[in-house]
C-alpha cells in the first residue's frame, strides 16, 4: 500500500523516506527532488518553475499532478510520497489518481514538531553535490566528512535563506496544514514525535507501518 509522509518543511520526511525505502523495498517519491532535477536539467520546464521554488512559493497543483503522474506510472512496487500532497486539492487529486490506476492508498503519517526546531534544522541544512551530479542532504545517513571523501561540493538550497524559510513556513501553515486535517478526518492518519533523533522517530515508522 502506498504511503504519505507529510510534515512541515525540515520535519526529516527525506531522511526517514530513504530510509522507508531501503527496508520495506518500496519506491521514495520526493515531489522537491524530481523538481530540483527539473530545474537541473535546464528544460524549458525546468526553467519556468525555478523563480517559484526559490522564493518559497508551490507550484501549481494542475503542474505538479502531471510531473508526478509519469513519475507514479514509472514506481515499482509500493510508493512512498514525500512532499506531496501539498493542498487539499492535491490530496483529492492523489485519491483519484491511486483509484484511476489500481493503487491502494495507505498510511498517512504526519511527523510533527516545534517550529522553532524547523527553523534551527532549516537555518543549518547543508547539502552535498557529488561529481555524478547526485545531490544528497548532509545528514545522519550522509556526513561532511562523506561529502568530502567522495569529491563533492557543500551547498545550501537557495530555499533555505532566512526569507525563504520563513515564506516556506507561511505557505506551509496556509496550504498545507489543511491536509493534515483533510487526512485526520479520513481514518488512515497517524502522528508521529519528529523532535526525536532519527533513529527513534524510525523506529515510530517501522512500528507503524510493520502494525
Ligand atoms: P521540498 O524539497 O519538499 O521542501 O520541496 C521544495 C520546493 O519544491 C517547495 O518549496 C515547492 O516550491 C516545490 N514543491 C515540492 N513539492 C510540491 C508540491 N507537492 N506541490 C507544489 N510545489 C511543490
Avoid: W
Avoid at 24 to 38: F, P, W
Avoid at 51 to 63: F, K, Q, T, W, Y
Avoid at 94 to 123: F, W, Y
Amino acid at each position: 500500500m502506498d504511503i504519505i509522509l507529510m510534515g512541515a518543511p525540515g520535519a526529516g520526511k527525506g531522511t526517514q523516506a530513504e530510509r522507508l525505502q531501503k527496508e520495506l523495498h518500496c519506491t521514495h517519491i520526493s515531489t522537491g527532488d524530481v523538481l530540483r532535477k527539473e530545474m537541473a536539467s535546464g528544460s524549458e520546464l525546468g526553467k519556468e518553475i525555478s523563480a517559484v521554488i526559490n522564493r518559497g512559493d508551490l507550484i501549481s497543483d494542475e503542474m505538479m499532478l502531471s510531473i508526478l503522474k509519469k513519475v507514479v506510472a514509472g514506481a515499482k512496487g509500493d510508493i512512498i510520497f514525500d512532499g506531496f500532497p501539498r493542498t487539499v486539492q492535491q490530496a483529492q487529486m492523489l485519491d483519484n489518481m491511486l483509484a484511476e490506476t489500481g493503487r491502494k492508498p495507505g498510511k498517512v503519517i504526519h511527523i510533527s514538531l516545534p517550529e522553532e526546531v524547523v527553523i534551527a534544522r532549516l537555518s543549518a541544512r547543508k547539502q552535498c553535490k557529488l561529481p555524478s551530479g547526485e545531490t544528497k542532504q548532509i545528514g545522519p545517513d550522509f556526513s561532511l566528512a562523506d561529502c568530502q571523501a567522495q569529491g563533492g561540493e557543500i551547498f545550501t538550497r537557495k530555499d533555505d535563506t532566512p526569507e525563504s524559510i520563513s515564506h516556506r513556513l507561511s505557505v506551509y501553515h496556509k496550504q498545507t496544514a489543511p491536509v493534515v486535517e483533510f487526512y485526520r478526518n479520513a481514518g488512515r492518519f497517524v502522528e508521529v514525535n519528529g523532535d526525536q533523533t532519527p533513529d527513534e522517530v524510525f523506529a515510530d515508522l517501522l512500528k507503524i507501518l510493520k502494525a
